[in-house]
């Protein structure tokens, strides 16, 4: 596992994460971001997905291609809206990370790269997101050896800056 600060969407990776809301169709900070450097590919799959399963229930993954991106695929995650920790919020973020690297080991993804989920406009606050992103990637790496490497792909200094303490830490 490792940390860089940086755009995610310039990460040559087998997949990189989106951050997505339960729609699928793109909206602001990385969920945008990706939408906008992948193209118009991302969205058609997006909304086929959308067609046929309905939205994405906070926590689970479903993976479309890269399109434009450097990476291969991108994996869309939906993370919890924090609600003070009252809605099991802590739970499904880390299931966001779980599933998200199930779904890639299913599709023999040997490297991957996570945005910090939920620490936007979802408001999540950034010290316990960093702690359970890395506690929830490390699990998920002891058991198994098909993710090789990880790297979290930090917007900002401060995301930076704990995820690099909680890497240290566990």
């Not at 939906?78 to 299913?106: F, H, I, M, R």
Request: positive net charge; contains cysteine.
């Amino acid at each position: 596992m490792q940390v860089v600060q940086g755009d995610i969407t310039k990460i040559a990776a087998d997949a990189i994460i989106n951050a997505a809301n339960s729609s699928l169709l793109g909206g602001g900070g990385v969920d945008g971001a990706i939408h906008r450097a992948g193209g118009k590919t991302i969205l058609e799959e997006c909304k086929a997905i959308v067609a046929r399963l309905g939205r994405c229930p906070t926590g689970e993954a479903v993976i479309t291609t890269g399109g434009n991106l450097p990476a291969k695929y991108v994996i869309h995650t939906v993370g919890p809206v924090w609600n003070g920790g009252k809605k099991q919020e802590e739970e499904k973020l880390a299931d966001c990370y779980t599933n998200s690297l199930k779904l890639a080991a299913a599709h023999r993804l040997t490297s991957i790269a996570f945005p910090n989920i939920s620490t936007g406009v979802y408001r999540f606050p950034k010290e316990k997101a960093s702690r359970i992103a890395v506690q929830a990637v490390r699990n998920f790496m002891q058991g198994s050896n098909e993710i090789m490497q990880v790297i979290f792909v930090c917007y900002d200094e401060e995301n930076f800056n704990l995820i690099r303490k909680y890497l240290d830490y566990f």
